[in-house]
């Protein structure tokens, strides 16, 4: 039964509009605190406070997933990866690194889900994202090989991108640990942190006082953007996050939702609901918040208040793309969704997916 906070929401996601740049926020971290800031006027969304044994000052955002980061030096205990939540701070240990020195920074691959670690400034380790197992990958060496590599970011093709302690900016082959020097950044001091936004522009952070920079990565030159204020790490992500687990259908196996773009007013966002039964009739349910309510036949509503639903269908493939616009009145507000296909041979007659959370900024 659909509620008329549904309908509202439903109605005002549904209405077209033109492509605009994703609203994305910035995440920094210092002295064990994370903070969420909104890049448009650097305004500090929320602040948790993170386990104090994590290294905040090396961390990645995978969409979907969270912050990729470590902890080292913990009693009796050895570097571990670890994923963290944003909005609370809470961390998942993974697993060990299989490393007793201290690590650098570490950001994911978006060609492959690995992750990849500069150490001591001049060597590159991978490190498997699902069981934090590391290996040593390369040396760094070509241009800039004698100096002291400062941060790294990885674009959506793979290519590594790295600034040192003079200042410059390199393209690296992630393969071979070779790095080509673009230029000089042209800033006083260096930047602890380079980035790429949802766009594909490479960003920098400035150490002493936190000044943001957009990159040209052909010439190296650099355009003054904000600050942020001081930083230890700083990185663009989505107040959205994948949760919970869903329950098979009769193909065995379980419904997938995931989101593309990043939630704020006046943004287009992109359900895509995958795994599911061909051509079968669907519902996307809308909720305010997670929840973990048991239903026959092993699945679980994972939302929490429910606000209800609306329905879709699935294609040929077993797969189903809403493009979904929020609206003004959802500033501010927590949505959950969870996907459902009507599926008459799974036990309950349908099953589920996982759910997605999103915070609109």
């Known amino acids: 039964m659909k509620t008329s906070i549904l309908v509202v929401v ?60 470590y902890k080292f030096n913990a009693p009796d205990s050895e570097n571990e990866l670890v994923l963290v939540e944003p909005w609370s701070g809470e961390a998942t240990i993974i697993g060990g690194l299989g490393m007793w020195f201290v690590p650098g920074s570490m950001v994911p691959d ?17 490190v498997d994202a699902e069981t934090g197992a590391s290996t040593y990958a390369a040396v760094f060496s070509g241009d800039g090989s004698s100096s002291y590599v400062m941060c790294i970011a990885i674009d959506d093709e793979g290519t590594g991108w790295v600034c040192n302690s003079y200042g410059d900016l390199y393209s690296l082959d992630l393969q071979t640990g070779v790095l080509s020097k673009i230029g000089n950044l042209g800033i006083t001091l260096y930047f602890w942190d380079i980035f790429f936004d949802s766009e594909g522009t490479l960003w920098g952070a400035r150490g002493g006082g936190g000044a943001m920079y957009t990159i040209n990565q052909e010439t190296a030159e650099t355009t003054y953007r904000f600050d942020i204020g001081a930083f230890d790490s700083v990185l663009f992500g989505c107040d959205a996050l994948n949760y919970g687990l869903g329950c098979a259908g009769t193909n065995g196996l379980v419904p997938r939702l995931d989101m593309d773009g ?33 239903l026959p036949g092993g699945c679980t509503l994972l939302l929490d208040p429910y606000y209800g639903w609306f329905a879709a269908s699935m294609n040929g493939a077993g797969e189903l793309t809403l493009p979904l616009i929020v609206p003004p009145g959802a500033a501010g507000q927590t949505f959950t969704m969870q996907g459902a296909v009507i599926d008459a041979g799974a036990p309950s007659g349908y099953a589920l997916s996982n759910g997605v959370e999103m915070q609109i900024p």
Do not use: K
């Not at 064990?32 to 990645?60: F, H, K, M, W």
């Not at 978006?110 to 001591?120: A, C, E, F, H, V």
């Open 10 to 69: 439903v109605a005002s996601f549904l209405v077209a509009s033109p492509a605009v740049p994703a609203q994305e926020v910035l995440w920094a971290t210092q002295n064990g605190q994370l903070r969420t800031i909104i890049p448009a006027n650097q305004e500090v969304q929320s602040t948790v406070a993170l386990d104090p044994y994590i290294v905040a000052g090396a961390s990645g955002y995978v969409p979907g997933t969270g912050v990729y980061t």
């Open 110 to 126: 978006p060609t492959t889900g690995d992750l990849y670690m500069q150490i001591n400034g001049q060597h590159l380790w991978r």
């Open 262 to 294: 990043c939630p704020g007013v006046g943004e287009t966002l992109t359900y895509r609901l995958d795994q599911g039964l061909a051509n079968a009739p669907a519902l996307v349910l809308l909720g305010g918040g997670r929840g973990f309510l048991p």
